[in-house]
C-alpha cells in the first residue's frame, strides 16, 4: 500500500489532517494517522483532487504543429489537470468510429493523463456508431466549426439521437447569423471591436434557441454550455450545466488591446464590468464547471493579422494554477474551487474521479500555497509556445499523481500512463440558481 503522509487532504469540503491509503490506483483508506507502506512524503502540502477539464482542444494528427497529446497532456499534468475531455473539432473531426480510432490511437501513446473523448454533433455524425466509445457528444458548434457546423432547424434531431446514448450533449453557444452580421460590420476595424462583432447578444439568442429546442422535446439528453461568457446569459440557463474559461474570467477587453490576436477566442473577452459580474456568479454557485478551451494555435497563426488570425487561446496549464492563487488571496473559496475544477466535471461525466473518497481514483495534486510563481513562456509544455498570462501569479502543483503513481515532479515528467475513462453516466443533481 502507498500512503500519503503529512499533507492536509481536501475531505468532505473542509481540509483535514489525515493519511490515504492507496491500493490498485484507488484510495482505499482515510485515517488520522497510523497508516504503513510506501510514504508518499505531502508534510507542509495541501492533497486535493487532480482537475478534470472537461474542455480542452489537443489537435494532434493532422493539426500536430499546434498541439499534440504528448503536449498538450504534459502541459495538464503540470498544471494540476489529471483528465481530459478532447473536443471533436480535429483534423479529421471526430464523427465516424474510424476518425475516433484514428484519435485513440494517438491519445493511447501520447497521454500522460486520463482522457475522454468527445464525439462530433453534426449533420453527418453517426452518433450511434460512436456512442460505444465516446465519453459525450459536443462541442456542438451553432455558429462557426466549419464542416461541424449545426444549424437550429437540426438541431432537434440531434439532441434526440444523442438521448438515446444516455451522454452529455454540450454547446458552444453563439448564433451565427447575429455573428456574420456582427464580422462584416465591423471587420478589418480596430481588435477591441471584436466583442462587438460577436456580441452578447449572439450568445444569449443561441442560448434562448436552444433551451427553447430542449423543452419542447420529450426526451432529453442531459445538457452542458461551454465557455458562457456574458454574466446576462447564465441568467438565461436554467436547467442545464454552465460552463466558464479561466480567460473570461482572468483577462478583460483591454487585454485584447495589449495583446491582439493572442486573445481572440470565441465568444469573445468582455469588459470588466461582466468579468467582476462572472466572478460574482463564480462564488454563489451560478457556474457549474471552470474548464480551459484550452485551443492551441501557432503563433505564425497569430501573427497574421488580428482578423485573419485564428481564435482560441491555450489554458489548460495555468488554470488551476492561477485559480489556486485566488483562493491564496481570497477570491474564491476552496470549495467553489474543487467544485467547479473536479466534483462537478465528474459528476456531469460520471466518473470515479473528483473526489477525495474511499474507492476513487487516486488523482491528487500536492500544492503548496506558499510557493507564488510568476508564469514565464519556459514552464510552458503545449506546443504552441505562448500563452495570454506571462508575468501573472499562480500556484502550480509541486506533484501530481494519477491512479496512485506520480506522473509529474516539479523536476520532471514520470510514467506516460493515461488512459481512456469510462463514464458511468451522467449523476448531475441541479444546484440551485439565481432567477434574476
Ligand atoms: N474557442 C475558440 O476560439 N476556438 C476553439 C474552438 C471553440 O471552442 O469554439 C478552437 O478549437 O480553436
Ligand atoms: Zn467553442
Ligand atoms: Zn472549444
Same mark, same amino acid.
Not at 490498485?24 to 482515510?30: A, P, S, V, Y
Not at 499534440?68 to 494540476?80: F, I, L, P, Y
Not at 459525450?136 to 446514448?165: I, K, S
Given at each position: 500500500?502507498?500512503?500519503?503522509?503529512?499533507?492536509?487532504?481536501? *475531505?468532505?469540503?473542509?481540509?483535514?489532517?489525515? +493519511?490515504?491509503?492507496?491500493?490498485?490506483?484507488?484510495?482505499?483508506?482515510?485515517?488520522?494517522?497510523?497508516?504503513?507502506?510506501?510514504?508518499?512524503?505531502?508534510?507542509?502540502?495541501?492533497?486535493?483532487?487532480?482537475?478534470?477539464? =472537461?474542455?480542452?482542444?489537443?489537435?494532434?494528427?493532422?493539426?500536430?504543429?499546434? +498541439?499534440?497529446? +504528448?503536449?498538450? #497532456?504534459?502541459?495538464?499534468? %503540470?498544471?494540476?489537470?489529471?483528465?481530459?475531455?478532447?473536443?471533436?473539432?480535429?483534423?479529421?473531426?471526430?464523427?465516424?468510429?474510424?476518425?475516433?480510432?484514428?484519435?485513440?490511437?494517438?491519445?493511447?501513446?501520447?497521454?500522460?493523463?486520463?482522457?475522454?473523448?468527445?464525439?462530433?454533433?453534426? =449533420?453527418?455524425?453517426?452518433? #450511434?456508431?460512436?456512442?460505444?466509445?465516446?465519453?459525450?457528444?459536443?462541442?456542438?458548434?451553432? %455558429?462557426?466549426?466549419?464542416?461541424?457546423?449545426?444549424? @437550429?432547424?437540426?438541431?432537434?434531431?440531434?439532441?434526440?439521437?444523442?438521448?438515446?446514448?444516455?451522454?452529455?450533449?454540450? =454547446?458552444?453557444?453563439?448564433?451565427?447569423? $447575429?455573428?456574420?452580421?456582427?464580422? /462584416?460590420? *465591423?471587420?478589418?476595424?480596430?481588435?477591441?471591436? @471584436?466583442?462587438?462583432?460577436?456580441?452578447?447578444? !449572439? +450568445?444569449?439568442?443561441?442560448?434562448?434557441?436552444?433551451?427553447?429546442?430542449?423543452?419542447?422535446?420529450?426526451?432529453?439528453?442531459?445538457?452542458?454550455?461551454?465557455?458562457?461568457?456574458?454574466?446576462?446569459?447564465?441568467?438565461?440557463?436554467?436547467?442545464?450545466?454552465?460552463?466558464?474559461?479561466?480567460?473570461? $474570467?482572468?483577462?478583460?477587453?483591454?487585454?485584447?488591446?495589449?495583446?491582439?490576436? @493572442?486573445?481572440?477566442?470565441?465568444?469573445?473577452?468582455?469588459?470588466?464590468?461582466?468579468? %467582476?459580474?462572472?466572478?460574482?456568479?463564480?462564488?454563489?454557485?451560478?457556474?457549474?464547471?471552470?474548464? #480551459?478551451?484550452?485551443?492551441?494555435?501557432?503563433?505564425?497563426?497569430?501573427?497574421?493579422?488580428?482578423?485573419?488570425?485564428? /481564435?482560441?487561446?491555450?489554458?489548460?496549464?495555468?488554470?488551476?494554477?492561477?485559480? !489556486?492563487?485566488?483562493?491564496?488571496?481570497?477570491?474564491?473559496?476552496?470549495?467553489?474551487?474543487?467544485?467547479?475544477?473536479?466534483?462537478?466535471? #465528474?459528476?456531469?461525466?460520471?466518473?470515479?474521479?473528483?473526489?477525495?473518497?474511499?474507492?476513487?481514483? !487516486?488523482?491528487?495534486?500536492?500544492?503548496?500555497?506558499?510557493?507564488?510563481?510568476?508564469?514565464?513562456?519556459?514552464?510552458?509544455?503545449?506546443?504552441?509556445?505562448?500563452?495570454? @498570462?506571462?508575468?501573472?501569479? %499562480? =500556484?502550480?502543483?509541486?506533484?501530481?499523481?494519477?491512479?496512485?503513481?506520480?506522473?509529474?515532479?516539479?523536476?520532471?515528467?514520470?510514467?506516460?500512463?493515461?488512459?481512456?475513462?469510462?463514464?458511468?453516466?451522467?449523476?448531475?443533481?441541479?444546484?440551485?440558481?439565481?432567477?434574476?
Amino acid at each position: 500500500m502507498k500512503v500519503v503522509k503529512g499533507g492536509r487532504i481536501y *475531505y468532505k469540503g473542509r481540509l483535514v489532517n489525515a +493519511e490515504l491509503g492507496i491500493e490498485q490506483g484507488r484510495i482505499t483508506k482515510i485515517k488520522k494517522t497510523g497508516l504503513t507502506g510506501d510514504i508518499v512524503n505531502a508534510r507542509g502540502m495541501v492533497v486535493l483532487p487532480g482537475a478534470i477539464d =472537461i474542455h480542452v482542444h489537443f489537435r494532434d494528427m493532422d493539426l500536430s504543429d499546434k +498541439e499534440t497529446w +504528448e503536449t498538450g #497532456s504534459k502541459a495538464a499534468a %503540470a498544471g494540476g489537470v489529471t483528465t481530459v475531455i478532447e473536443q471533436p473539432n480535429t483534423k479529421p473531426p471526430t464523427d465516424s468510429r474510424k476518425t475516433y480510432k484514428q484519435k485513440k490511437g494517438k491519445a493511447k501513446t501520447g497521454s500522460f493523463v486520463d482522457y475522454g473523448i468527445n464525439g462530433a454533433v453534426a =449533420i453527418h455524425s453517426d452518433i #450511434s456508431g460512436l456512442s460505444p466509445f465516446v465519453s459525450g457528444f459536443g462541442e456542438t458548434f451553432l %455558429a462557426g466549426g466549419n464542416d461541424l457546423h449545426v444549424r @437550429y432547424e437540426d438541431l432537434e434531431g440531434l439532441l434526440q439521437a444523442v438521448e438515446t446514448t444516455k451522454k452529455v450533449l454540450t =454547446i458552444h453557444a453563439e448564433d451565427e447569423k $447575429l455573428v456574420e452580421k456582427g464580422i /462584416s460590420r *465591423y471587420k478589418n476595424t480596430r481588435e477591441s471591436n @471584436y466583442p462587438k462583432a460577436r456580441p452578447e447578444k !449572439a +450568445e444569449e439568442k443561441a442560448v434562448d434557441k436552444v433551451i427553447d429546442i430542449y423543452n419542447k422535446i420529450e426526451r432529453k439528453p442531459p445538457l452542458h454550455f461551454c465557455h458562457i461568457s456574458s454574466y446576462k446569459t447564465l441568467n438565461l440557463i436554467n436547467d442545464s450545466t454552465v460552463e466558464v474559461t479561466p480567460h473570461h $474570467l482572468l483577462l478583460t477587453k483591454s487585454d485584447l488591446k495589449s495583446q491582439g490576436s @493572442y486573445v481572440k477566442t470565441n465568444p469573445p473577452i468582455r469588459g470588466r464590468k461582466n468579468r %467582476a459580474m462572472l466572478w460574482k456568479a463564480l462564488n454563489s454557485g451560478e457556474i457549474d464547471v471552470i474548464a #480551459s478551451d484550452h485551443a492551441p494555435h501557432t503563433q505564425n497563426e497569430k501573427e497574421q493579422g488580428f482578423w485573419k488570425a485564428p /481564435s482560441g487561446v491555450p489554458g489548460v496549464q495555468t488554470m488551476l494554477p492561477q485559480l !489556486a492563487y485566488h483562493v491564496k488571496k481570497r477570491n474564491l473559496s476552496l470549495k467553489r474551487f474543487v467544485k467547479t475544477l473536479c466534483e462537478n466535471p #465528474s459528476d456531469i461525466y460520471g466518473l470515479n474521479k473528483g473526489y477525495i473518497k474511499k474507492g476513487m481514483d !487516486a488523482d491528487l495534486i500536492f500544492m503548496d500555497f506558499s510557493d507564488i510563481t510568476r508564469i514565464k513562456k519556459n514552464m510552458l509544455h503545449s506546443k504552441c509556445g505562448w500563452t495570454p @498570462y506571462t508575468g501573472r501569479r %499562480a =500556484i502550480f502543483p509541486q506533484k501530481t499523481m494519477l491512479r496512485g503513481k506520480v506522473i509529474y515532479k516539479k523536476s520532471g515528467f514520470r510514467d506516460k500512463i493515461g488512459e481512456e475513462i469510462e463514464p458511468k453516466g451522467y449523476r448531475k443533481s441541479r444546484e440551485n440558481r439565481k432567477t434574476t
